[in-house]
């Protein structure tokens, strides 16, 4: 007599897949010393932890100091990635006309982003370096039954990742006494450990200290600058941006920049370098001129009208 089949349970068929970590805010604060062309700061994120405790990030060219979780002192490995060609070159032996040519440097392409997609920088979330080997309590209620397994709660946890920038090569660039970054895809990593996907995103503050004479021009609103009472000064803008974006949208540039504002607009200033202080002023002024005239010539309703 065959035995019955016993039921499935049901809770672990409802239990939620084991999803990579999700990136609620990020806070990134950096030092740049145009002198030394040098970049060091830290960066934090609050991140929603997977079940196996490990977070992986985006890093490159960066050279990580230490890694806090929580505040407290966490394991991580970190494995730059070698973007020399490494790889079987059969693919090239088989090219023998311009269409065979542009399907091998395909194929290497994908197979580079493919590479990219690998987090290089891991960190266990659950192994830190504690002296007394504490280990967390699960949740229990006031009537001491514990939380029923069925609720989902989300493991956050606050990452903190020291670090300086160690080559810029790609990603951000120094010309002159100007520093700024650009916007290609998946270079983020290059200047700010993250999860370098246009799939996460989140809010951002920014900090960035440079020198007295030096402006940092960044995403989001500028919210206020503090100048410090070293020898010599240097000025801190503190930034914040309230859009959820991805890692790629984040941008800077710092330099001895002359900032004109805008007189059709209080909430718009418009920054240059001293020697195009001149151009600046035309090209504002005429700007405006011309925006109006397009409004009133292809009468364009209140979408942008009440910029004016």
């Known amino acids: 007599m065959a035995k019955p089949r016993k039921p499935k349970?049901?809770?672990?068929?409802?239990?939620?897949?084991n999803s990579g970590p999700v990136v609620r805010h990020q806070k990134l604060c950096l030092s740049i010393d145009l002198d030394k062309r040098h970049v060091y700061g830290y960066t934090e994120l609050e991140i929603v932890v997977p079940e196996i405790g490990i977070v992986g990030l985006h890093a490159e060219n960066l050279g990580i100091d230490n890694v806090y979780v929580d505040g407290e002192p966490a394991e991580f490995e970190y494995y730059p990635h070698n973007y020399q060609f490494t790889e079987n070159e059969s693919r090239w032996c088989y090219v023998t006309s311009p269409i065979t040519a542009a399907d091998a440097a395909g194929s290497a392409y994908i197979s580079a982003l493919e590479r990219e997609l690998v987090p290089n920088l891991l960190?266990?979330?659950?192994?830190?370096?504690?002296?007394?080997?504490?280990?967390?309590?699960?949740?229990?209620?006031?009537?001491?039954?514990?939380?029923?397994?069925?609720?989902?709660?989300?493991?956050?946890?606050?990452?903190?990742?020291?670090?300086?920038?160690e080559k810029a090569e790609t990603g951000i660039h120094f010309d002159g006494n100007v520093f700024h970054t650009d916007n290609q895809i998946r270079?983020?990593?290059?200047?700010?450990?993250?999860?370098?996907?246009?799939?996460?995103?989140?809010?951002?503050?920014?900090?960035?200290?440079?020198?007295?004479?030096?402006?940092?021009?960044?995403?989001?609103?500028?919210?206020?600058?503090?100048?410090?009472?070293?020898?010599?000064?240097?000025?801190?803008?503190?930034?914040?941006?309230?859009?959820?974006?991805?890692?790629?949208?984040?941008?800077?540039?710092v330099g001895p920049f002359e900032v004109f504002p805008d007189h059709q607009s209080c909430v718009i200033s418009h920054m240059c370098l001293p020697v195009h202080l001149s151009k600046l002023r035309s090209t504002v002024e005429f700007f405006h001129s011309a925006?109006?005239?397009?409004?009133?010539?292809?009468?364009?309703?209140?979408?942008?009208?009440?910029?004016?």
Do not use: H
């Open 123 to 165: 960190i266990n979330c659950y192994k830190s370096f504690k002296t007394g080997g504490e280990q967390q309590e699960q949740p229990v209620l006031e009537n001491g039954v514990q939380q029923a397994s069925g609720e989902i709660k989300q493991n956050v946890r606050l990452v903190r990742v020291n670090y300086w920038v």
């Open 187 to 253: 270079r983020a990593r290059c200047w700010f450990p993250c999860i370098d996907d246009t799939l996460q995103r989140c809010c951002y503050d920014l900090e960035f200290t440079v020198a007295q004479n030096l402006v940092a021009v960044s995403s989001g609103n500028l919210l206020y600058q503090v100048l410090s009472k070293d020898d010599p000064p240097r000025k801190t803008y503190v930034y914040k941006l309230d859009v959820a974006v991805s890692a790629q949208w984040i941008s800077l540039v």
């Open 291 to 308: 925006f109006r005239f397009v409004l009133v010539a292809c009468m364009i309703g209140s979408t942008f009208s009440n910029c004016y």
């Open 9 to 17: 349970n049901e809770d672990a068929s409802n239990k939620p897949e």
